[in-house]
């Protein structure tokens, strides 16, 4: 398998292997690989750099280091950061809707907030048994706009409010049980190229982007207004409130947060 490494970035590592059939991109900012606005941009850049690649068959996403990501930058989520991050986040989104290439997330250890929201967006889900999975925004008093959107979709309503009202985190058996994982193997690598070689490479790279896109059609069709709503709510209304700006500042500063309760 001959793999080429694209261009360079500072907190991603970007390859193309199987003749440019597959990109790569792996998140690498370890331990916590966390998806700051330079992260997700360059993400963004590099999906859209490969628009034009009819040859793309899949997209790839894995963490440096014993996790795949702790989420989104909490300093980003300051009232004065917050609408430029759900920006640049909602963006990335956009950019692989528009894409439509079929993509894959290999988690292990911790997959949690931002982190977690792209690992579900993805096709496919394989998991190492160290994968824990979480939405903890609700602890520092603000929610996931993107796992709002489409965990009832992949888990069912119940499940959903359950992840995104608790915060709480759920192991690689219990995600695979509520079917957000798809397979748990030890050697995640291996799971990966079982994949690809298996299912995704035997393909026509157009055909598997228009069966993505008629799959998921009413994701493709209503995600991106949908996900213009959330960022709405989440800026002009959310961070307006007085609990939003303290939780953030309390995690900050390593204290309890003071509710207010508006």
């Avoid at 597959?22 to 690498?28: C, P, Q």
């Amino acid at each position: 398998m001959a793999t080429r490494t694209e261009a360079s970035y500072e907190k991603i590592a970007v390859s193309l292997s199987h003749e440019d059939q597959i990109l790569t991109i792996v998140l690498n900012s370890p331990p916590g690989n966390v998806l700051d606005a330079q992260m997700m941009g360059e993400i963004s850049d590099c999906v859209e750099q490969q628009m034009a690649n009819r040859a793309l068959k899949a997209i790839v996403f894995k963490g440096e280091g014993k996790h795949f990501c702790f989420g989104a930058s909490v300093e980003e989520h300051q009232k004065a950061q917050a609408p430029q991050m759900i920006s640049g986040f909602h963006g990335l989104f956009k950019k692989l809707l528009a894409c439509e290439v079929p993509t894959i997330a290999l988690v292990r250890g911790q997959c949690l907030g931002g982190g977690m929201e792209l690992a579900a967006f993805c096709n496919f889900v394989l998991a190492e048994p160290s994968a824990k999975f979480g939405q903890p925004e609700i602890q520092l008093a603000v929610f996931p706009p993107v796992a709002a959107l489409i965990l009832p979709e992949i888990v069912g309503q119940l499940r959903a409010d359950d992840l995104v009202l608790t915060g709480r985190s759920i192991d690689a058996k219990t995600a695979e049980a509520w079917g957000l994982v798809h397979r748990i193997d030890e050697d995640g690598e291996a799971m990966v190229a079982k994949l690809l070689e298996k299912f995704i490479l035997p393909k026509s790279a157009s055909s598997l982007r228009m069966a993505n896109r008629a799959v998921r059609s009413s994701w493709y069709r209503d995600l991106g207004d949908r996900l213009d709503e959330m960022e709405q709510l989440y800026v002009n209304q959310l961070m307006e409130t007085d609990d939003a700006n303290e939780g953030i500042t309390a995690f900050l500063a390593k204290r309890p947060p003071e509710w207010k309760n508006s």
